[in-house]
């Protein structure tokens, strides 16, 4: 079950903002319906996410954060005198770290894979969707350092090649409080009609097709929210929650205010029989390959060219 939150102040951006409150209001979890995949599809039309506490196994998450902040700690990024666990940014540190190549030690990292790969989670998404499913051969690993968050966006722009039963989720590699920066959902955003024109306009660019310099729709939330009637949610996580939400759901994260690394993982799922992204599948992905290459164009631009 969620736990009760006690009224707070938290980074989204720049902005200082309350919460719980009518502007970041708190997610409700789905657990009530997790024997129930029409109601499980139902909720997540509706809320455009599902937040599942223990959907993972606590022990796996934490045996994932143990073997990779070991290989984070080999490479100099953790505070030495702090415990491996705690993930310390060094007093010199500050930046977040992406690990987004292809053969990155970290993320070749076993307990990690099995993680995202595990049979609980499988057996999940299979049900979920009523056939066998299957995961991205290409994962997402962050670690996001103090000060740094993400701006408001849409998944499709980087993996709107296959399927639109794409779903991705979200998953914090121990516990992650507000002070760490994690998710926040548009809630409905998916399906509002504030937000039509932006799905049609800014939710069909592939950034490999039209190299927009920035895949995000805009860093500030609230210029999103009073201008596109977007309500924002969040919460704090647990080791073994997850959040999972689909192509259209737009979505952010909070400011990084502690001194400690935010440990995720962004994987994707989908029924295996069904088109998968190329760029993301098999032994060598590709990943993006035309983003950054040629001429650039800027999100700003775009926005203006397409009203939103």
């Known amino acids: 079950m969620s736990p009760t939150l006690a009224p707070s102040t938290v980074r989204f951006g720049t902005h200082e903002v309350a919460f719980p409150s009518a502007r970041l209001q708190e997610l409700r979890d789905a657990n009530a319906l997790l024997d129930d995949p029409v109601a499980l599809r139902a909720r997540l039309d509706e809320d455009g996410y599902l937040l599942i506490r223990g959907l993972h196994d606590p022990g796996a998450v934490l045996a994932a954060r143990r073997e990779i902040l070991e290989r984070v700690a080999a490479q100099g990024r953790l505070d030495p005198d702090a415990p491996l666990m705690e993930a310390r940014i060094p007093a010199e540190g500050h930046g977040a770290f992406f ?8 993320k070749s990292a076993p307990a990690y894979q ?15 969707f009523g056939t066998p499913s299957m995961t991205f051969d290409f ?28 779903l991705t989720t979200w998953t914090p590699v121990g516990d992650v409080g507000l002070d760490q920066g994690p998710l926040v959902i548009g809630i409905g955003s998916h399906r509002a009609e504030s937000m039509r024109r932006v799905r049609e306009t800014y939710g069909q660019m592939d950034v490999d097709r039209d190299r927009v310099k920035e895949g995000w729709f805009s860093r500030d939330p609230f210029e999103v929210a009073d ?13 073994g929650d997850a959040l999972v939400f689909g192509m259209y759901t737009l979505h952010a994260s909070l400011t990084n205010t502690s001194r400690t690394f935010r440990l995720s993982s962004d994987t994707r799922y989908q029924p295996a029989n069904e088109p998968a992204d190329e760029r993301w599948v098999g032994d060598q992905p590709k990943g993006h390959y035309g983003w950054h290459s040629g001429e650039q164009v800027t999100i700003d631009t775009k926005r203006r060219e397409w009203g939103v």
């Open 139 to 166: 994962q997402w690993l962050r670690l996001v350092g103090h000060g740094d968050f993400t701006g408001a966006h849409l998944d499709n722009v980087y993996m709107g090649r296959g399927t639109p039963r794409l």
């Open 99 to 106: 690990g987004k190549t292809r053969n990155d030690d970290i």
């Open 227 to 239: 201008r596109h009637g977007v309500t924002w949610g969040t919460t704090t996580f647990r080791a």
């Open 114 to 128: 099995h993680l995202v790969r595990s049979p609980r989670l499988m057996r999940f998404f299979d049900q979920f």
